[in-house]
C-alpha cells in the first residue's frame, strides 16, 4: 500500500530530520504501508531537508520513501509555481487548490469567503481552478479536489454539470487524483473527493493515488480503513505509484 500526500514538517510543526521521518516510516510499516510519500507545502520549500531525506531513504529498510511537494496552485503565480516544482529531485509533484481569488477555502479560522460569494458562485469559482490546475500540464497528482465542502457548506442548487464538468477536463488531462483521507478528520467528516464525484472520475478511467495528508506521525495511514473500501467499491482495483516523475502501478 502506499501514503502518497503528508507532511513532516507540516505547519512548521518540526523539523525535516532523519529521526522525524523515520518516526514516520515507523507507523507507515506498522500499518502496512510500503510506499511513503513526502510532499510538504510549497511555502516551507526552504525547510526541506534533501540531505536527511537522502539518508532516511537509505536507512528505512521496510518503508519506500518518495519525495514529492504539495504546490498552491494560484492563477497568475506560475513563475512561483514552476519554480517551486522544478527546485528539489522530486518524484512527482501534486497541485492542490486551496483558494479562490487568492483566498484561502479551507482555513478554520478565516471563513470570510464564505461570507462574500454565494456558495454556487464559490463553488464554480472554485472547480473552474480545480480545471484550470488539471489543464496546467504542470501535476502529476491533483489534490484532494473537491477540498471546497471541508465546511459543509453546500450549494441549493444542483452541482452535478459542475462536478462532471470536471472530471471531463481531469481525465483530459491525464492527471492522477489523490484520494484523500483528511477529509474524516474535518467538518465534513468524508473523504476527498465524494463517492459520487470519485464514480465520475472512475467511469473516466482517472488513475488515483491513496493518501492520509497526515501532519504528525500518528496520522499515517489513518483512515485507510474507509477509503480503500471506497475506492475498491467504485471499481478500482490499482493505484498509481511515482518514481523520478516515472508513472507505476501497484494493485490493491
Known sequence: MIDYHLHVIAHGDRPMTVENILAYCKIAKERGIRQMGITEHDRYIEDIDLAAFQEARELSQDVELRLGIEIDFVPGAEERMDRDASALPYDYVIGSVHRVDNEEVDHPDHLEIYDKWSTYDLYEAYYANVRKAADSGRFEILGHPDLIKIFRKFPDEDITPMLEETA???????????????????????????????????????????????????????????????????????????KDHERGNLSL
Do not use: C, W
Not at 478528520?185 to 459520487?196: A, Q, T, V, W
Open 168 to 242: 471531463d477536463a481531469i481525465a483530459e488531462s491525464g492527471v492522477v487524483v489523490d484520494v484523500n483521507a483528511a477529509g474524516l478528520r474535518k467538518p465534513i467528516g468524508e473523504i476527498y473527493p465524494s463517492e459520487d464525484f470519485l464514480t465520475m472520475l472512475y467511469r473516466r478511467k482517472v488513475p488515483i493515488i491513496l493518501s492520509s495528508d497526515a501532519h504528525a506521525a500518528d496520522q499515517v495511514g489513518m483512515g485507510f480503513e474507509k477509503s480503500i473500501p471506497l475506492v475498491k467499491s467504485v471499481g478500482y482495483r490499482e493505484v498509481a505509484t511515482f
